[in-house]
């Protein structure tokens, strides 16, 4: 399949039948990819609402929006792609004629065009520019951040962000071979600092994962993204979000039961605070994951995990 440039298409939509099948798509019904990229989850979305149906696309990345541009022009009267940040999805949606949907779709993290096709510094395994931006227009970069921050700053979102437990020698390794220049060096500057792993992860994927997620504010964004997903959707719309780590995961089950249960059983504390009926319903007890054999096609989508509630 064709890609932004002519060539192929570096992404491989994770879970792609339970995401529609989760959504309800109709043939009438309108949705949100709130993670565009290059259109893999849209296009099918697009193509279980036909005649009739029709999409927002929302992503940061421009390259990302031309693949998905390519990838569904022969749906150009029902898809309205934007470049835009997910977390002023509301905003989003009323600018463009969302004003209520009957399913929002995340799909988090980096994608394969990330670490394949565009040398922005998200992989480890070559040697390319400190950047890590989603947004290329966004004046802070991994650069920033590698070479700029204190050791407490860099132990602090390897912490945060990485859960790495090997995070001040990590911190103070990095600072101590200033300038680092590129994706590669800084990868062998962590391999060196923490060590080999039993677990068969190469030593910098925690580290990378932190600076990335500092750089774009990720987790920030995925929490102002999810509230205001709430306020979009019809009464039995859906909110599907598939995620890759620990820390995605633990935000969205956090979300969604906190709205499942509402502030009527608040506390003494905050007896004050006016009572909020339950906004969403959980789904699915237990989450999602991939077949084996779409583990086995696609092995990043290994570690996915697929929630769902339904607006009540």
Same mark, same amino acid.
């Given at each position: 399949?064709?890609?932004?440039?002519?060539?192929?298409?570096?992404? &491989? #939509?994770?879970?792609?039948?339970?995401?529609?099948?989760?959504?309800?798509?109709?043939?009438?019904?309108?949705?949100?990819?709130? &993670?565009?990229?290059?259109?893999?989850?849209?296009?099918?979305?697009?193509?279980?609402?036909? #005649?009739?149906?029709?999409?927002?696309?929302?992503?940061?990345?421009?390259?990302?929006?031309?693949?998905?541009?390519?990838?569904?022009?022969?749906?150009?009267?029902?898809? &309205?792609?934007?470049?835009?940040?997910?977390?002023?999805?509301?905003?989003?949606?009323?600018?463009?004629?969302?004003?209520?949907?009957?399913?929002?779709?995340?799909?988090?993290?980096?994608?394969?065009?990330?670490?394949?096709? +565009?040398?922005?510094?998200?992989?480890?395994?070559?040697?390319?520019?400190?950047?890590?931006?989603?947004?290329?227009?966004?004046?802070?970069?991994?650069?920033?951040?590698?070479?700029?921050?204190?050791?407490?700053?860099?132990?602090?979102?390897?912490?945060?962000?990485? +859960?790495?437990?090997?995070?001040?020698?990590?911190?103070?390794?990095?600072?101590?071979?200033?300038?680092?220049?590129?994706?590669?060096?800084?990868?062998?500057?962590? &391999?060196?600092?923490?060590?080999?792993?039993?677990?068969?992860?190469?030593?910098?994927?925690? *580290?990378?994962?932190?600076?990335?997620?500092?750089?774009?504010? +990720?987790?920030?964004?995925?929490?102002?993204?999810?509230?205001?997903?709430?306020?979009?959707?019809? *009464?039995?719309?859906?909110?599907?979000?598939?995620?890759?780590?620990?820390?995605?995961?633990?935000?969205?089950?956090?979300?969604?039961?906190?709205?499942?249960?509402?502030?009527?059983?608040?506390?003494?504390?905050?007896?004050?605070?006016?009572?909020?009926? #339950?906004?969403?319903?959980?789904?699915?007890?237990?989450?999602?994951?991939?077949?084996?054999?779409?583990? +086995?096609?696609?092995?990043?989508?290994?570690?996915?995990?697929?929630?769902?509630?339904?607006?009540?």
């Amino acid at each position: 399949m064709n890609g932004p440039t002519g060539g192929r298409f570096y992404h &491989t #939509p994770v879970l792609l039948n339970e995401a529609v099948r989760e959504l309800g798509v109709t043939q009438d019904g309108s949705y949100i990819d709130a &993670t565009l990229g290059e259109g893999g989850h849209a296009q099918a979305i697009l193509e279980a609402s036909l #005649p009739q149906g029709h999409l927002l696309g929302i992503d940061l990345d421009p390259q990302a929006l031309e693949a998905a541009r390519k990838r569904l022009q022969p749906f150009w009267h029902l898809a &309205t792609l934007v470049r835009g940040n997910y977390a002023q999805i509301g905003h989003l949606a009323r600018i463009f004629g969302f004003p209520k949907v009957d399913g929002v779709l995340f799909d988090l993290g980096l994608s394969s065009l990330h670490l394949e096709g +565009e040398r922005r510094g998200f992989s480890f395994l070559r040697a390319e520019r400190l950047d890590m931006r989603f947004d290329p227009d966004q004046e802070l970069d991994a650069d920033a951040v590698v070479n700029g921050y204190s050791t407490p700053d860099l132990i602090r979102i390897l912490k945060e962000y990485g +859960e790495e437990p090997k995070a001040e020698a990590i911190a103070r390794a990095i600072v101590a071979a200033r300038p680092v220049r590129d994706s590669l060096e800084l990868a062998d500057i962590v &391999t060196r600092a923490a060590g080999k792993r039993r677990s068969g992860i190469h030593p910098a994927t925690r *580290t990378f994962q932190a600076i990335r997620m500092e750089v774009n504010e +990720e987790l920030d964004n995925l929490r102002n993204g999810l509230k205001g997903t709430v306020a979009l959707l019809k *009464t039995g719309g859906r909110l599907v979000v598939i995620s890759y780590h620990s820390l995605e995961d633990r935000v969205v089950k956090e979300f969604m039961r906190r709205q499942a249960k509402g502030t009527s059983s608040a506390p003494v504390l905050v007896a004050r605070m006016p009572t909020q009926a #339950p906004t969403l319903r959980l789904v699915r007890k237990k989450v999602i994951r991939p077949t084996q054999p779409e583990v +086995e096609a696609n092995p990043r989508s290994r570690s996915a995990k697929m929630r769902v509630a339904e607006h009540t």
